[in-house]
């Protein structure tokens, strides 16, 4: 089974300011995804950034990118010039590319101050 | 531009009702899921449909049955609604299981007096 960890509940930023968001992941299947979703107040889920397993390099989706480390079992997102619309709920979960079993972390609460 | 589209957005049952969660797709996704969050929790998965004509449990499928009628549709049903079913249900699409990054709704929110 798989365990996700999101050890930050909640996490102030600066606007302008990048922020890391923590997230690692213990799987036994080496042939896995990690994603990242958004969760404004509205209620979506709105996904971010994806990382394949085998990328040789990290992601990077505009302001959002990962900070991928596999020997750590760990994918952080970092989000670089904070806007006031980053504020909103943030998950992370691995994908094993078999049985499709998305599993989310608990998530982090990012709120952007000015 | 829709997506995944969920109705209702909003229900309200007492216990021991029966009702059915829709779910459409027009992004010609071969996977649907249905997830519910509760509260400070992540989204946890009920059931699952890797393609047209098959289904799947998920982590907490008691309770629940699910439909995929055709490769659009994708429905929820609860048979006897109790109060721990009071949640946030979530739809899903993905291209495929492989190719699973996932198409989220915008959410129902359901509450079992």
């Known amino acids: 089974a798989q365990k996700i960890t999101q050890t930050q509940p909640g996490m102030f930023v600066q606007e302008k300011e990048a922020v890391t968001l923590d997230c690692t992941y213990d799987t036994s299947d080496p042939s896995y995804g990690l994603f990242w979703y958004k969760q404004p107040s509205s209620g979506e889920m709105i996904f971010l950034i994806y990382q394949g397993s085998y990328d040789q390099q990290n992601a990077t989706e505009g302001r959002y990118s990962l900070n991928f480390q596999k020997a750590r079992k760990s994918a952080n997102l970092v989000i670089s010039a904070s806007q006031l619309g980053d504020s909103a709920m943030y998950f992370c979960a691995p994908d094993t590319g078999t049985a499709s079993k998305l599993t989310f972390g608990t998530g982090t609460r990012l709120q952007v101050t000015l | 531009n829709a997506g995944v589209t969920q109705t209702p957005k909003f229900q309200v049952l007492k216990t021991g009702q029966s009702m059915t969660l829709q779910c459409a797709q027009d992004?010609?996704?071969?996977?649907m899921y249905w997830y519910r969050q509760d509260p400070g929790m992540g989204l946890r998965l009920i059931y699952y449909s890797a393609s047209e004509g098959t289904t799947d449990k998920g982590e907490v499928p008691n309770g629940y049955n699910v439909s995929r009628l055709n490769k659009r549709e994708f429905s929820l049903r609860l048979e006897s609604a109790a109060p721990s079913q009071t949640s946030v249900y979530f739809c899903?699409?993905?291209?495929?299981?492989?190719?699973?990054?996932?198409?989220f709704g915008a959410g129902t929110r359901l509450s079992v007096l």
């Open positions: 899903a699409s993905s291209e495929s299981l492989a190719k699973n990054i996932q198409y």
């Open positions: 992004m010609n996704h071969n996977s």
